[in-house]
Structure formats: structure tokens, C-alpha cells
């Protein structure tokens, strides 16, 4: 009921029965505190003041948990896949998240990946980038 109260506070709309019990599942299943930071960056991400986008923000809360309570380096991964969905027109997650696994498990720094992510604009670049690892994707 709190989750509820703060989300309609940050955004102005209000939670009917069954999201009540969305967000009662989410508290059980990743505890208050998750559940509370998941709300603040689902707001902070997705909210543009609008109706629609209060639902689609209201629907991202558990997915946001679910991440939050993976570990870092998977937290990471899904950063800078969420960064190529929104800059790039094409993203095929199913060879993206492999490769980012992989650069993980070479050693590589992935805050360094992350910056060169954020400067790729399509997915022949991405492709190519990925090479230059010895990866083809």
C-alpha cells in the first residue's frame, strides 16, 4: 500500500486493485526497499507527466526489481543494451547479450564497453565493433 501511496505521489495517478497486487507480488518477491528504488527509476525513466506513459512506467517496476537483483555486471549488461535499443533502429538482443557475457567473462572492463557503446549509431557499427573482440555476431 506505501509502494502504491509513493507511486501516486511521484506520478499523479492512482493504482486500481490488480496493480495493488502487482505491486504486493513485487514486495514479496524483492523486498520494500527494491521495490521502492524500482518505482523512483522506473519514474525517473519513463514517466513524461502523461497517462500513457504513467502505465507504461507502472508496468516497467518489476522488470527494474528484477534487474536490480541480478549482479552488477549483469545490471550492466542490460544498461547498455537498453542504451543500443534507444540509439540504435535495429537491436537483436539475442546476439547482443551473449557478446556482452562474453566481454565479461574475457575480463574486459565493461564501464569501458559502456563508453563506446554510447557512441555507436547502427548495427553494422555494432557488428563491426564486436570484431574487433573476435566476436561475430
Known amino acids: 500500500e ?10 499523479g495517478f492512482g493504482v486500481n486493485e490488480k496493480g495493488k497486487r502487482t505491486i504486493r507480488a513485487i514486495c514479496k518477491k524483492y523486498g520494500y ?16 507527466e502523461d497517462h500513457e506513459s504513467a502505465e507504461i512506467t507502472f508496468k516497467k517496476i518489476g522488470a527494474i526489481a528484477n534487474v536490480m537483483s541480478k549482479p552488477p555486471h549483469v545490471q550492466k549488461i542490460h544498461y547498455m ?8 533502429s535495429y537491436v537483436n538482443d539475442k546476439k547482443i547479450r551473449p557478446f556482452f557475457m562474453y566481454l565479461h567473462d574475457e575480463g574486459y572492463d565493461l564501464d569501458e564497453v559502456e563508453d563506446d557503446v554510447k557512441l555507436i549509431k547502427n548495427w553494422t ?6 570484431l574487433n573482440y573476435d566476436y561475430e555476431l
Open 81 to 88: 543494451m537498453g542504451i543500443l535499443r534507444r540509439n540504435l
Open 2 to 11: 506505501k509502494v502504491c501511496d509513493y507511486y501516486e505521489n511521484l506520478t
Open 33 to 48: 526497499e527494491r521495490t521502492i528504488d524500482s518505482v523512483d527509476r522506473a519514474v525517473n525513466s519513463y514517466f513524461k
Open 125 to 130: 557499427n555494432f557488428k563491426k565493433y564486436a
